[in-house]
């Protein structure tokens, strides 16, 4: 790593912690809240046992979703060193470090929950950058880490670029599996069912999810979390589907 070419750093930030756990934590102060209320009352009336088995359940339901919320909160790898050769990170005290060609899969979940009419930010946002690499090791990153959207774009060019070539060259054969999507030059398979590249009329990306409608009027979709390297299928989607077909959408 002596002679990397250092881009960025990314460290968790106090906002970015709250951010991916709030709900969790706003659910367990009103559990530990109930708790303390219901303690203090059967403190005062000793007789009235179902004062005292309310608030113990209660408290038995903050304590775990107060720790799912703390788990979410530093769950992400930090700090994390983007190379244009590969990325360092330090995980419970581990310093680690892998090339782009170390990577064989990649996996990016983006998602809003919207309620209400609200707009998508980074209070309503889910994430998850997941990184396998060849020896079976894992890491995740999410956008509580700083400047979370560059490391997960940069990311997903590099180790794409680096897994492009192959896929091109496979589509001439059995085709490329993406988890439970494969294509080829015949079409997109999902599950058992082709889809021939003819009969797509629309192929798009919308919260998190790949959507495709046939000229059956037939409709489809699957969680992009679930699409390992889905930058690689998205590029082959859209090589397959020019001139006569459109790829749109956001993530």
């Known amino acids: 790593m002596a002679n990397w070419q250092q881009l960025s750093e990314h460290r968790r930030t106090a906002k970015g912690m709250l951010q991916t756990s709030w709900p969790l934590l706003m659910l367990g102060g009103i559990c530990l809240g109930i708790a303390l209320m219901f303690c203090l009352l059967w403190s005062g009336r000793r007789a009235q046992t179902d004062l005292l088995i309310v608030g113990v359940g209660s408290l038995f339901i903050a304590l775990p979703l107060l720790g799912t919320a703390m788990w979410k909160a530093i769950a992400s790898a930090s700090p994390v060193q983007l190379f244009e050769e590969g990325l360092h990170w330090c995980h419970e005290g581990n310093q680690r470090e892998r090339g782009w060609d170390e990577v064989s899969a990649v996996y990016r979940k983006e998602m809003y929950r919207l309620v209400n009419g609200a707009s998508p930010s980074d209070w309503n946002r889910h994430t998850d950058l997941r990184l396998v690499f060849v020896d079976g090791e894992e890491v ?29 060259r496979e589509m001439d054969g059995a085709g490329v599996a993406f988890g439970n999507v494969l294509i080829s030059r015949d079409g997109l398979k999902f599950g058992r069912e082709l889809y021939p590249w003819p009969s797509l009329e629309s192929v798009r990306v919308a919260n998190g999810y790949l959507c495709w409608t046939d000229n059956r009027y037939k409709r489809c979709e699957i969680a992009m979390k679930d699409i390992p390297n889905c930058t690689v299928l998205l590029q082959l989607l859209q090589e397959m589907r020019q001139p006569a077909g459109t790829l749109s959408g956001r993530r």
């Open 140 to 168: 995740h990153f999410n956008h509580s880490l700083s400047d979370y959207n560059r490391l997960a774009d940069f990311v997903q060019r590099a180790t794409a670029n680096r897994l492009l070539p192959a896929a091109r």
